[in-house]
């Protein structure tokens, strides 16, 4: 009997592994990075009763984010694997099948429009750095807000909305491949507005954790420090 | 009221002033594209149904590409090349080989550089690679320090322009032209830009000796040889894989990345891992499937019975190797980490394209690509006057643009104007085949000048603290200006590119062509148009 309690006392729910954005992964506590103020004394601007749900929300769109990513970055893998099977087989037993075509880019499709909103979060798309490496952390956060609000969220928003009735047409009419033996095509079209919301989430997301590091929260997620990508 | 003559020159300005902020690429080129697309309905130009033209071609064009589809897989089979020592084991069988030689090591690191580049080959990899081998041997003999940064930076770069590069796919894609053709002429450029460096380095040889002396070779005889052939034959085999396969209309370029990956991983297998007994009978039994499967194509047939057999033991063996790959543990994590740098790159890329191809449809809406033409062609100078200003221009732009940047928000703009201007010279097929090649020479450069390119930035991470930066970029100088003499060479001689494209070479080049840029209202996708080549 004793056993049986201890094994029920060794597993306490914990909400935290079903949820794991919920958990406090930056300090809360706001610490002054920078003085703001005239004087020179240190000042702290808001408190934590506003950022906090706004910091756990931006957790909760992170961690989405994250998972759809690493599922992306297995159908790269597969990709890669469909495709050259599919290459050997139609050499060698002169199998071949649209449909193993058509997924190639239906999984290609999916990296491009999913994985556009985590590669934000790891703030790895390519800019033109010459004007931006000269400035200062706090003024490339600065830039980086002012290009979410003007640039990224109007423009995700507004082509993901162009982007609806091109997706519902194709998804009301139940369209198909028109090649033999090609896939349903509406859960690719699907991507492209979801991509977009996706994207306009992250978007919101590292707007809330930019504008907290500038409050002085200290934002572990945040990568502020952008290098140019390999080529 | 704005009228629309204006328009594309302001869209124009703003794209360089959104670019110009350093807010990412993709993003304010969509938005830059949006905006003045609302300032155009606003005006009455267009109405938002012309607008409703972007997602149709972001899927049609971007989506559905299956060009665009070759760039995870030629950068995850860089990625996995990069790490698995092949680069490592040229180096040192060719230095081997030239060592002796006045200028050996130089000769060296451009051979190999070429030959790298024609399996795969990113700029970074390439460079780093070779970078960490030859310079400390070249430190140890008293190589000029200047020399020996500047030939590892521009053989490094020169991956760029050698077949199969993914510059020229990506190229071929905007330009509406086959990868096949843009490859063929790529070789002719390719080939003289290494005959122009070794020139070069011939040239050191001969008016500064000391510079560059020759090194004793440590191997002479048997064990020479088998390093040589242990370098080259691995690269031979991915080169046909990836090269071959494509030239002999036997696979797409995307396939080809697809199967070059799969062969870098074997290669990956054969030199990193402990062979266990049953391997090394699968890679025995793979091999001799190959001669097999090569014997009954020639003799039989490709699809009769013994053909099928030896396939079917090559592709077990391939399969086995591929899972050995896996489990092997540091292999799998190259593997595992290649794919992630792989999504968050693809994606990235893409992204621009997505960008851009906002800008370009509200552009292509004001009549924006009337006013280039307009200008392009008003130039004095007739075709030299047109090909010197846009080559002035990539070089500038190159400055502070990427390449995938430069390949698609310049390259859609200036490919209809130099359709009409270079037809008269090397006619109607060659024309733009003739451009994107020199477009791609020139573009060398962005890796190469100083303060901004990037083989600069890999060699200053790899090599010892002790060698200045300004060694670095007083080193790279002279090799920018052969970049440049090869940008020259080809404008003014169009036979180094349309050579190998002239020449009936075998294949009807119909046979891999890939037709991108689908219709562009049409809402559904135009079928993947690269069915088994018959």
């Known amino acids: 009997m004793g056993a049986k309690g201890a094994f029920l006392e060794s597993r306490p729910l914990n909400p935290m592994k079903w949820f794991p954005f919920a958990e406090a992964s930056g300090s809360l506590h706001p610490i002054v990075i920078e003085s703001r103020h005239p004087s020179g004394a240190k000042v702290q601007i808001g408190g934590t009763r506003f950022m906090a749900p706004l910091l756990a929300f931006s957790r909760f769109v992170d961690w989405i984010n994250q998972n759809i990513g690493k599922v992306c970055d297995w159908l790269v893998l597969l990709a890669v694997l469909v495709s050259s099977v599919n290459a050997m087989m139609r050499y060698g037993f002169d199998i071949s099948s649209n449909a193993w075509l058509e997924l190639q880019w239906y999984m290609y499709a999916a990296i491009v429009m999913l994985g556009a909103s985590y590669t934000l979060k790891r703030n790895e798309h390519v800019r033109v750095d010459i004007l931006y490496m000269m400035l200062s952390r706090r003024g490339q956060i600065q830039l980086d807000i002012a290009g979410i609000i003007v640039f990224l969220l109007p423009a995700c928003i507004l082509i993901g909305w162009l982007s609806w009735p091109f997706f519902y047409q194709s998804f009301h009419m139940n369209e198909w491949s028109s090649n033999a033996g090609g896939l349903l095509r509406w859960p690719v079209k699907f991507l492209i507005p979801l991509g977009f919301g996706l994207l306009t989430l992250q978007g919101i997301s590292e707007l809330i954790k930019r504008v907290a590091a500038l409050r002085g929260y200290d934002i572990p997620d945040l990568e502020a420090h952008y290098e140019r990508p390999v080529q | ?534």
Request: proline share 7%; glycine share 10%.
């Open chain 2, 1 to 534: 009221m704005i009228p629309l003559e204006w328009m594309p020159a302001l869209m124009f300005a703003g794209l360089v002033v959104f670019l110009i902020i350093g807010f990412p690429v993709a993003f304010s080129l969509a938005s830059v594209g949006l905006f003045f697309g609302m300032i155009s309905m606003a005006q009455g130009f267009f109405t938002i149904d012309f607008m409703q033209a972007i997602p149709g071609r972001i899927f049609g064009s971007i989506l559905a590409n299956d060009l665009l589809l070759a760039i995870p897989f030629f950068t995850l089979m860089g990625a996995i090349l990069e790490k698995c020592g092949l680069a490592e084991d040229m180096l040192e069988s060719m230095g081997q080989l030239f060592g002796p030689m006045k200028g050996g090591l130089g000769y060296s690191v451009i051979i190999v550089g070429f030959i790298l580049g024609a399996i795969t080959g990113t700029v970074a990899a390439q460079v780093i690679a070779m970078a960490l081998i030859t310079m400390p041997v070249m430190m140890r003999y008293n190589y000029n320090i200047r020399y020996a940064t500047g030939v590892l930076a521009a053989s490094g770069t020169i991956t760029q322009l050698v077949p199969p590069s993914l510059v020229l796919v990506v190229l071929a894609d905007q330009l509406g032209r086959s990868v096949g053709d843009m490859y063929l002429g790529a070789w002719g450029p390719s080939l003289l830009q290494i005959a122009l460096f070794a020139l070069y380095t011939w040239f050191i040889t001969i008016i500064r000796p000391q510079d560059l002396p020759p090194v004793p070779r440590t191997l002479t005889g048997r064990p020479l040889l088998i390093k040589c052939m242990w370098g080259i034959i691995p690269a031979g085999v991915l080169i046909f894989l990836v090269l071959g396969t494509i030239m002999l209309g036997l696979a797409t370029p995307t396939e080809a990345g697809a199967l070059g990956t799969v062969g870098a991983i074997i290669l990956a297998v054969l030199r990193n891992t402990q062979m266990t007994k049953m391997d090394k009978t699968a890679y025995a039994a793979g091999l001799v499937a190959v001669a097999g499967c090569l014997v009954a194509a020639y003799t039989v047939g490709m699809k009769t019975v013994p053909f099928r057999i030896s396939f079917s033991v090559f592709f077990a063996s391939v399969i086995w190797l591929c899972w050995r790959a896996w489990q092997d543990k540091p292999l799998h994590d190259l593997i595992v980490e290649g794919m992630r740098a792989t999504m968050r790159i693809t994606s990235m890329v893409a992204f621009i394209v997505v960008g851009a191809t906002c800008f370009s449809i509200v552009f292509a809406g004001v009549d924006g690509n009337l006013w280039v033409e307009h200008g392009l062609t008003s130039l004095p100078g007739g075709v030299w006057g047109f090909l010197i200003a846009v080559n002035l221009l990539v070089f500038f732009l190159a400055f502070f643009l990427d390449f995938f940047e430069i390949a698609f928000i310049i390259v859609p703009m200036l490919a209809p104007v130099a359709q009409k201007v270079l037809e008269p010279v090397v006619g109607a097929d060659a024309a733009l085949i003739w451009f994107g090649v020199m477009l791609c020479v020139n573009m060398q450069t962005s890796f190469m000048h100083p303060p901004f390119g990037f083989a600069l930035f890999y060699l200053r991470s790899v090599i010892p603290k002790s060698i200045s930066s300004a060694d670095i970029y007083w080193g790279a100088l002279p090799w920018v200006g052969l970049q440049l003499i090869m940008v020259a060479i080809v404008i003014f001689m169009p036979i180094t590119v349309t050579f190998f494209l002239d020449k009936p070479h075998g294949i009807d080049p119909s046979t891999i062509r890939i037709e991108s840029a689908p219709p562009v209202e049409e809402d559904d996708m135009p079928p993947p148009s690269f069915g088994p080549p018959r």
